[in-house]
């Protein structure tokens, strides 16, 4: 079967780093997205992964090792305005996206 | 960018009566337009994929008959709630992709669905 997790909610300080974790098991595997949603909203790209590493832009970076199953997205110098959910999903063989429950992120000052 | 319209972006109406959503990729060709539900406090729920010109697949659970879906372009999809009822209140949000393979999907603003 397929499954995707990831925290239901993070709390973290403003000028932090934090890093939302996102584990996923599927048979066909073909690469990993990350979004924002601000409430309200609808969700907005953030990165696209389909090799193993680390992608790095601006503030924001997302990590995947396809052997692991895992994923992750890295915030840094939190600002207020990154409150907001984190959504991961992955493309599966069939070009399918799942979609993770998203983490909401909280930012305090 | 990629800019994907939604209209309208909230809509009220009674019991019974039907409502069409509009879903419009702007500045590119959309080979393939998703439906989302998203409830209150709850992640998105794929609801129906439609590539342009063929009927659209709709996933388990999610009444064909009842959320009417047509891509009738490229750039053009549309949603239509039939006999709406209160529990189909619910933020309704359309996204376009060029294709499949790691092609982004580029989501609409949404559309809050209130049934009295």
């Known amino acids: 079967g397929q499954n995707i997790d990831q925290p239901t909610e993070m709390t973290a300080t403003e000028g932090a780093i934090v890093q939302i974790n996102c584990t996923y098991q599927?048979?066909?595997?073909?690469?990993l997205f990350w979004y924002q949603q601000h409430a309200g909203e609808a969700p907005t790209f953030l990165s696209y992964?389909?090799l193993d590493g680390l992608e790095e832009k601006g503030r924001f970076s997302s990590f995947l090792s396809r052997s692991k199953g895992y994923s992750y997205l890295l915030l840094k110098e939190l600002q207020m305005k990154d409150s907001a959910s984190y959504l991961c999903?992955?493309?599966?063989?069939?070009?399918?996206?799942?979609w993770g429950a998203g983490t909401k992120l909280i930012i305090k000052p | 960018g990629a800019v994907v319209s939604q209209h309208p972006s909230r809509v009220i109406c009674k019991s019974g009566t039907s409502v069409k959503i509009e879903c419009r990729s702007l500045d590119f060709q959309a080979t393939t337009m998703f439906w989302y539900r998203q409830f209150p406090k709850q992640s998105l729920m794929l609801m129906a994929t439609?590539?342009?010109?063929?009927?659209?697949?709709?996933e388990q659970g999610v009444e064909k008959d009842k959320f009417l879906i047509n891509h009738a372009s490229l750039t053009l999809s549309t949603l239509t709630v039939t006999s709406a009822h209160p529990e189909d209140s619910s933020f309704y949000i359309c996204s376009a992709s060029r294709g499949r393979g790691g092609n982004e999907q580029f989501f609409g603003p949404g559309t809050r669905l209130t049934v009295l």
């Open positions: 992964n389909v």
């Open positions: 439609s590539n342009e010109g063929s009927k659209a697949t709709y």
């Open positions: 999903a992955f493309e599966d063989s069939n070009y399918q996206l799942i």
């Open positions: 599927t048979s066909g595997f073909n690469g």
